[in-house]
């Protein structure tokens, strides 16, 4: 049997950590060889351009001071020359460095012992994937080195037979020694009687296969009376005392814990119907619920609150008219007309044949009361109005009560809260998108889903249509 070398994946990093330095080194070295050179050589450029430019430059010739700068920034390693007069205005600025930031030089223009002018010339700066680029045969020479150094590693540091057999023996050895001295219960001191009498009666066959053969015994021995104390506690849990001693169970308390268990049973199976994800989707309620944290519509007045609550029912039942006249919706009709009260209002939507997207239009439905209740609220409140915020909830009505308490729990303002089994999950998967709840504490809050969001055309039909329903509302 081939072995690995020792710590090979360990040496693997030690090989790309000592590459990565290298790389690093490489660049660091380059870019500041290279930073040397056009340092220098954008010195020798700026006092060219001087000598050239001085006549120009003091008699404030713009146009021959730009043929004269266009010239320099040709060159690849300059990207922008500002000229200026000797009162430090500019008189040509070339280039594009706002695009390419640099290494500046400048240097004052003279004529004998009078100041002209200044010139300022931008140089390009080297970009660490460049100095790469342009190294890549080190690099990659680099890179096969280290490769190789690691697969030599691999293969001569590989453990020899003889290694490997004075290694097993060392671990045999301390294996012994370890079990043979270790006090587990009690039960060492059986361990040295057992092989005193070995000993005495074969003082010619003490070896290190008799000692093998009494530490796996002894260790049985232990592993055994484990394992049934273990057995023994779990199946009387209750009658141990915290001595070790046992409690008689009274076989009333038996029997209660029987009807117990019973009565959890049912209690689960009943829950699990209404969370069983398998069942169809005939009908949906969509229910409405005012965001109101301070229980504000309480203390109003009776003349402000009774037209609120009839503009609100109004517009839930005009969104329930035009929605369904969607071609996408065909089959889906509203089983109620909502009315509005302190606590909200809630409509149910039933699917006329098997084709019909009921739960897709519950969802939309829902999302366009939000939209349409948005608005009049931010009007309202534009006019020093009373108005409050929505919530809504789309379940089965299997689930509807389960959406009411979520609603009042964990509803926050302007949320869709989602609870559908299969089915109509996969009515509405093609056209919304959906989250889970962070860190829920039920069991419907997990099965409970929050409209994150629809696609393009879905946002476009609910805008038509709510815009359809405001103009009703204006023209009445």
Same mark, same amino acid.
């Given at each position: 049997?081939?072995?690995?070398?020792?710590? +090979?994946?360990? =040496?693997? /990093?030690?090989?790309?950590?000592?590459?990565? @330095?290298?790389? $690093? &080194?490489?660049?660091?070295?380059?870019?500041?060889?290279?930073?040397?050179?056009?340092?220098?050589?954008?010195?020798?450029?700026?006092?060219?351009?001087?000598?050239?430019?001085?006549?120009?430059?003091?008699?404030?010739?713009?146009?021959?001071?730009?043929?004269?700068?266009?010239?320099?920034?040709?060159?690849?390693?300059?990207?922008?020359?500002?000229?200026?007069?000797?009162?430090?205005?500019?008189?040509?600025?070339?280039?594009?460095?706002?695009?390419?930031?640099?290494?500046?030089?400048?240097?004052?223009?003279?004529?004998?012992?009078?100041?002209?002018?200044?010139?300022?010339?931008?140089?390009?700066?080297?970009?660490?994937?460049?100095?790469?680029?342009? +190294?890549?045969? =080190?690099? /990659?020479?680099?890179?096969?080195?280290?490769? @190789?150094?690691? $697969? &030599?590693?691999?293969?001569?540091?590989?453990p020899t037979k003889e290694q490997i057999n004075a290694l097993s023996h060392d671990i045999q050895e301390l294996y012994i020694e370890q079990y043979t001295q270790v006090d587990q219960r009690g039960y060492n001191r059986d361990i040295e009687r057992s092989s005193d009498d070995a000993v005495d009666s074969h003082p010619s066959a003490t070896g290190e296969s008799d000692i093998d053969d009494m530490v796996a015994n002894a260790r049985k021995f232990n592993v055994q009376n484990?394992?049934?104390?273990?057995?023994?506690?779990?199946?009387?849990?209750?009658?141990?005392?915290?001595?070790?001693?046992?409690?008689?169970?009274?076989?009333?308390?038996?029997?209660?814990?029987?009807?117990?268990?019973?009565?959890?049973?049912?209690?689960?199976?009943?829950?699990?119907?209404? @969370?069983?994800?398998?069942?169809?989707?005939?009908?949906?309620?969509?229910?409405?619920?005012?965001?109101?944290?301070?229980?504000?519509?309480?203390?109003?007045?009776?003349?402000?609150?009774?037209?609120?609550?009839?503009?609100?029912?109004?517009?839930?039942?005009?969104?329930?008219?035009?929605?369904?006249?969607?071609?996408?919706?065909?089959?889906?009709?509203?089983?109620?007309?909502?009315?509005?009260?302190?606590?909200?209002?809630?409509?149910?939507?039933?699917?006329?044949?098997?084709?019909?997207?009921?739960?897709?239009?519950?969802?939309?439905?829902?999302?366009?009361?939000?939209?349409?209740?948005?608005?009049?609220?931010?009007?309202?409140?534009?006019?020093?109005?009373?108005?409050?915020?929505?919530?809504?909830?789309?379940?089965?009505?299997?689930?509807?009560?389960?959406?009411?308490?979520?609603?009042?729990?964990?509803?926050?303002?302007?949320?869709?809260?989602?609870?559908?089994?299969?089915?109509?999950?996969?009515?509405?998967?093609?056209?919304?998108?959906?989250?889970?709840?962070?860190?829920?504490?039920?069991?419907?809050?997990?099965?409970?889903?929050?409209?994150?969001?629809?696609?393009?055309?879905?946002?476009?039909?609910?805008?038509?249509?709510?815009?359809?329903?405001?103009?009703?509302?204006?023209?009445?």
């Amino acid at each position: 049997m081939t072995y690995l070398a020792p710590r +090979q994946g360990l =040496f693997a /990093i030690i090989i790309l950590v000592s590459f990565c @330095l290298q790389t $690093l &080194l490489l660049v660091i070295s380059t870019d500041q060889q290279l930073s040397n050179s056009r340092a220098l050589k954008g010195e020798q450029m700026v006092a060219q351009l001087i000598d050239e430019a001085r006549l120009s430059l003091e008699n404030k010739d713009r146009v021959s001071l730009s043929v004269i700068a266009n010239r320099y920034t040709s060159e690849q390693d300059v990207t922008r020359i500002l000229i200026k007069d000797n009162n430090d205005e500019i008189l040509v600025p070339v280039g594009n460095a706002p695009m390419q930031q640099g290494d500046t030089i400048s240097q004052i223009a003279t004529n004998g012992d009078a100041v002209i002018g200044s010139v300022a010339l931008t140089l390009k700066d080297i970009s660490k994937g460049e100095i790469i680029a342009m +190294q890549w045969p =080190f690099v /990659i020479g680099t890179m096969l080195l280290h490769l @190789l150094l690691w $697969l &030599l590693y691999g293969y001569l540091a590989r453990p020899t037979k003889e290694q490997i057999n004075a290694l097993s023996h060392d671990i045999q050895e301390l294996y012994i020694e370890q079990y043979t001295q270790v006090d587990q219960r009690g039960y060492n001191r059986d361990i040295e009687r057992s092989s005193d009498d070995a000993v005495d009666s074969h003082p010619s066959a003490t070896g290190e296969s008799d000692i093998d053969d009494m530490v796996a015994n002894a260790r049985k021995f232990n592993v055994q009376n484990e394992v049934n104390d273990y057995l023994r506690t779990q199946q009387n849990p209750e009658t141990t005392d915290a001595t070790g001693g046992s409690v008689d169970t009274d076989a009333d308390s038996l029997s209660g814990e029987g009807n117990t268990t019973e009565t959890d049973s049912a209690g689960t199976g009943h829950q699990s119907s209404k @969370l069983s994800a398998t069942r169809s989707v005939d009908k949906v309620r969509v229910q409405i619920v005012f965001h109101d944290e301070f229980n504000m519509l309480e203390r109003l007045a009776p003349a402000q609150r009774l037209p609120y609550l009839a503009l609100c029912t109004q517009l839930f039942n005009q969104a329930v008219t035009e929605l369904l006249k969607q071609p996408l919706l065909l089959g889906v009709s509203a089983m109620n007309e909502a009315q509005f009260a302190d606590n909200g209002a809630s409509v149910v939507l039933k699917a006329d044949n098997s084709h019909a997207k009921v739960a897709l239009a519950g969802v939309m439905l829902a999302k366009l009361y939000l939209m349409l209740n948005k608005i009049i609220h931010d009007k309202h409140i534009e006019l020093s109005r009373f108005a409050l915020p929505a919530k809504a909830g789309v379940s089965d009505d299997a689930q509807s009560e389960a959406m009411t308490h979520l609603l009042q729990s964990i509803g926050k303002k302007e949320q869709l809260l989602i609870l559908l089994p299969n089915n109509g999950l996969k009515q509405i998967s093609n056209h919304i998108q959906v989250h889970s709840i962070m860190r829920p504490t039920t069991v419907y809050e997990r099965e409970c889903a929050i409209f994150d969001g629809g696609n393009d055309s879905m946002i476009q039909r609910l805008a038509d249509v709510r815009n359809a329903v405001l103009m009703i509302e204006e023209d009445e």
